[in-house]
């Protein structure tokens, strides 16, 4: 489809031309697989797969119409030719040598890549001890106060605006999982976010003073971890006054994934949940970071929201109620990227009799993050040529824990998120929304 701008339902889409940089806090494996990844497609060594954008029909009509075009054919996306990387680490490692340290992709596919991933050094990043305490390293921002550090990053985004060449940016969080915190004072406004940027109020992490400077520069952001960021009143505040779009929060990889396959399956059927278990073996730098209890108590959050609200057992309380949910998360150094998720679910069915279900998931966590990583960089850049601004609900299809509008309940049930998502592409390009109903083929 044409890239120029489009007039449908009064839904305007400015075109994507020019570069779009992707910029990025924490080069580590999600981060360097991602790019890996992008640069291996563009030169025709590799398919995009688990990428909706690339790969994914979306249907307009009717069934019978046969329309189904590519997701990227339908709307106006940013080409991968278009896109530019850059980011910021707590060490000194170019993409090619953090990719070669975390151990996701072969030595040999790497070398193919080591050209544009070597070019990739990391910028001086914002870094708290206090809210990520089982790593450190040295190339860190040094400044009098958070505002300065603030500051500094603007000046990076700017920089590398200019160096090379973008007409847009995006940013996508894939730093580690900061501890648990709940929203402070702080928070509560710009005035009182600013007012703790400049005293260094403990209550502001790292990743909310990233998401400071990327919407003070008109760049949207999204937050790829569970740690408390863009939800927060401030920086929504913030993000609806400068028209910027956000999401977040919590890439949904593995275990969790699984969940929201399941669980919404399970309750279609009516068939009731006693308890489930789910424990994960972990062994990179993710998993590291986790075994710390304020970082792990992030995380737990998010995974344990899911079937709560997926389930509703306020309506369907005999099935649901006594759920017994438990979520293990242990760092396992000798699987690496490669984790292993097991889920016991004890399930009972027609007149209460029980049954079981187990699920082991062998999966390869960076290698499921990396195409959301694209998906989300895309998606966000045509929101902001769209207009929309604030949160991103549409984009809960993505994430363990979405962002939501207060007095909702998160969308967890993905069949339904993904509706959610086509039916917005579907609404920017002024084409009807498919409801499923199916009446009009048999009147």
């Avoid at 106006?76 to 993409?95: C, H, Q, S």
């Avoid at 953090?98 to 910028?123: F, H, Y």
């Avoid at 073996?281 to 970071?289: A, K, P, Q, T």
């Avoid at 438990?326 to 690496?336: A, Q």
Wanted: proline share 6%; with cysteine.
């Amino acid at each position: 489809m044409a890239q120029n701008s489009v007039q449908k339902d009064n839904v305007q889409i400015a075109p994507a031309s020019g570069k779009l940089g992707v910029l990025i806090p924490g080069l580590g494996a999600v981060s360097t697989t991602f790019i890996a990844g992008v640069e291996a497609v563009k030169r025709g060594l590799a398919l995009p797969v688990g990428s909706l954008t690339q790969l994914s029909t979306i249907r307009l009509g009717k069934r019978t119409d046969n329309r189904s075009p590519m997701i990227k054919d339908f709307v106006p996306l940013a080409k991968l030719e278009d896109l530019v990387f850059g980011g910021w680490d707590i060490f000194e490692d170019t993409a090619y040598e953090s990719a070669l340290n975390a151990g996701v992709l072969e030595k040999t596919q790497l070398a193919e890549l080591k050209e544009p991933l070597t070019a990739i050094r990391p910028m001086k990043a914002v870094f708290d001890q206090e809210y990520v305490k089982r790593i450190n390293g040295p190339n860190v921002k040094k400044a009098a106060n958070n505002m300065e550090k603030a500051q500094m990053l603007i000046e990076d985004i700017e920089r590398f605006r200019k160096e090379n060449n973008c007409a847009r940016l995006v940013m996508v969080w894939c730093g580690s999982t900061e501890v648990f915190h709940r929203p402070a004072p702080c928070h509560q406004n710009l005035a009182a976010f600013e007012a703790g940027l400049l005293n260094n109020d403990p209550e502001i992490a790292p990743s909310q003073i990233y998401a400071y400077a990327a919407l003070m520069c008109g760049v949207p952001y999204a937050n790829g971890a569970p740690n408390l960021t863009t939800d927060t009143p401030a920086l929504l505040d913030l993000a609806r006054d400068r028209h910027m779009p956000v999401c977040g929060k919590d890439f949904k990889t593995g275990q969790t994934f699984m969940k929201t396959l399941i669980a919404p399956g399970l309750k279609a059927r009516m068939l009731g949940i006693a308890g489930w278990y789910s424990t994960n073996i972990l062994g990179n730098r993710d998993g590291e970071v986790l075994e710390d209890p304020g970082s792990f108590k992030s995380k737990e959050e998010t995974k344990l929201s899911v079937l709560d609200q997926i389930l509703q057992p306020t309506l369907y309380p005999d099935l649901y109620k006594d759920l017994h949910h438990v979520v293990r998360i242990n760092y396992y150094k000798p699987r690496g990227d490669q984790k292993e998720g097991w889920d016991n679910i004890d399930i009972f069915g027609w007149l209460g009799y029980p049954m079981q279900i187990k699920v082991n998931f062998l999966c390869r966590d960076s290698i499921l993050a990396a195409p959301i990583v694209l998906d989300l960089a895309l998606l966000m850049d045509l929101a902001q040529r769209t207009g929309m601004r604030g949160i991103q609900e549409w984009l809960s299809f993505y994430f363990k824990a979405p962002m939501h509008a207060p007095g909702l309940y998160p969308e967890h049930d993905i069949f339904i998120q993904l509706m959610k998502l086509k039916n917005t592409l579907r609404w920017m390009r002024g084409e009807d929304l498919i409801t499923h109903l199916g009446l009009e083929y048999y009147d």
